[in-house]
């Protein structure tokens, strides 16, 4: 660069060029194959790739976004690519990029659930799950450790958290109530004590990785800008595309046909979802497993182990959940169980993720009339704390199963102890990831199985 080129010129001629809805397509198809990790891991692999290497938005503007996404309920990193994808190239951009984060792991999950649903029984199979259970079990301690580590600052968040485990494991409380108590205590408590419920969220951006294509003050593009048509037109298209698939359903199988049940109780826990997907599993299990039986407790492991070994949100694990319930509930009949299955979890993914989608296009142009940090966070502050005493009682769900197979009454399952003791060490000790530790535990697991 010539030394006497002005600086400001200097910055707009090393700013990157713009992004076609074509290259960023390509993008955001690549980034549903490698996202794994869950979302710090998802968000990470965003960062890197968006802020510091291409340099399509700043890390200003990067965390501001995210800040509002994990207000949100639904999961914050596929929210987060959406509103990105939104800012670049308007409502189709959003659509491609949330959309993009989700498929792969769509049809990878079909794919892994048909297996397992087919094959299970097979010694192979059976081994490599004998193993994989108990380190589940690790990982939602993990799960319950690293949000507890970061939420529960205080006594008052302890209490909640405490609270929480107490009425969902000795008093069964429905997980939709747990929620609605702590935001009403957050409400409160962010008047009468605001500096207990200070939402930590993301700090602002600290460097910057030079020019971006959307930077600090980059002004917010046309279609970015809150219009209450807008508003009205996106609520009533997203009512259209909810209603519109609830109706044919509805008219085909009756209102207690379980894809019609299915896609119903989908569309109540996409809006539970606050602190991720960890949160809502709880909800999950007490309905598909408790009250309406779809799949068994041991399944309901094993599908968040194929989860957890999947690229793209975690919550896809409803995914799993809606192929098994509706094959081995025959829905289409004895011949057609694999479509069954299909059918559901197209669906049930459909109903989970189309309100991240609308929070999104409906909420984005709000988000960037200000750049300051987002208010009004109490009471995410107080559900985040309540969530951690709902996923440690998920933990103890998951342990009793795994280690006690036949109930109390029976002995301990002590090759699955150990192998949930080593799984923890590795997590907290080593801080291996996810994926390793599953991969190295259904080996150990093959192996004792094949040695019975």
């Not at 490698?34 to 399509?56: K, T």
């Not at 958290?161 to 205590?185: E, K, Q, R």
């Not at 009205?232 to 009756?254: E, N």
């Not at 949100?313 to 509930?329: D, E, K, Q, R």
Request: glycine content about 10%; overall charge positive.
């Amino acid at each position: 660069m010539n030394k006497f080129v002005a600086p400001e010129i200097e910055e707009e001629l090393s700013r990157p060029e713009a992004i076609s809805l074509r290259e960023a397509f390509w993008f955001w198809l690549k980034l549903g194959f490698i996202s794994f990790g869950g979302p710090a891991g998802q968000i990470s692999i965003m960062h890197q790739e968006l802020v510091e290497q291409r340099r399509w938005i700043s890390e200003r503007r990067f965390l501001h976004a995210l800040n509002y996404c994990m207000l949100l309920p639904g999961p914050e990193a596929q929210q987060l690519a959406t509103y990105i994808g939104w800012l670049m190239h308007r409502t189709w951009g959003g659509v491609i990029a949330g959309a993009l984060f989700v498929l792969p792991s769509l049809f990878i999950l079909i794919a892994l659930s048909w297996m397992y649903i087919a094959f299970g029984d097979v010694p192979v199979v059976a081994g490599l799950f004998y193993g994989i259970k108990p380190a589940v079990t690790a990982i939602v301690v993990q799960a319950a450790h690293r949000i507890g580590s970061r939420a529960l600052k205080n006594n008052w968040l302890w209490a909640i958290a405490a609270a929480s485990f107490t009425a969902i494991f000795a008093f069964n409380v429905p997980f939709p109530l747990i929620v609605l108590a702590a935001a009403i205590i957050g409400y409160f408590g962010g008047r009468l004590a605001p500096e207990k419920f200070r939402a930590g969220g993301h700090s602002a951006a600290k460097k910057s990785f030079g020019p971006a294509l959307i930077d600090d003050d980059t002004p917010s593009p046309e279609h970015a800008r809150f219009s209450w048509l807008k508003l009205a037109s996106l609520a009533l298209i997203g009512a259209t595309l909810w209603a519109l698939p609830m109706g044919i359903l509805t008219v085909l199988f009756g209102w207690g046909g379980t894809l019609t049940q299915m896609s119903w109780f989908f569309t109540k826990a996409a809006l539970l979802t606050f602190g991720g997907a960890y949160a809502v599993l709880p909800y999950v299990y007490q309905g598909a497993v408790g009250h309406y039986g779809w799949l068994t407790p041991t399944q309901m492991i094993d599908g968040l182990a194929l989860g957890e070994t999947t690229p793209g949100p975690l919550i896809m694990v409803v995914a799993f959940v809606g192929f098994v319930g509706a094959y081995v509930s025959q829905v289409f009949g004895a011949d057609q169980m694999f479509l069954a299955g299909a059918v559901a979890a197209s669906l049930v993914t459909w109903f989970t993720f189309l309100p991240s989608f609308l929070f999104i296009l409906a909420g984005g142009p709000l988000v960037e009339s200000t750049h300051n940090e987002l208010k009004f966070t109490a009471p995410l502050t107080a559900i985040t704390a309540a969530v951690v005493g709902v996923i440690l009682n998920l933990a103890c769900f998951f342990g009793y199963h795994v280690l006690w197979p036949k109930g109390f009454s029976g002995n301990l399952d002590w090759p699955s102890a150990l192998i949930a003791i080593a799984a923890a060490i590795a997590l907290f000790r080593f801080k291996r990831g996810v994926i390793q530790v599953l991969m190295a535990c259904a080996l150990v697991g093959l192996a004792v199985h094949m040695m019975r």
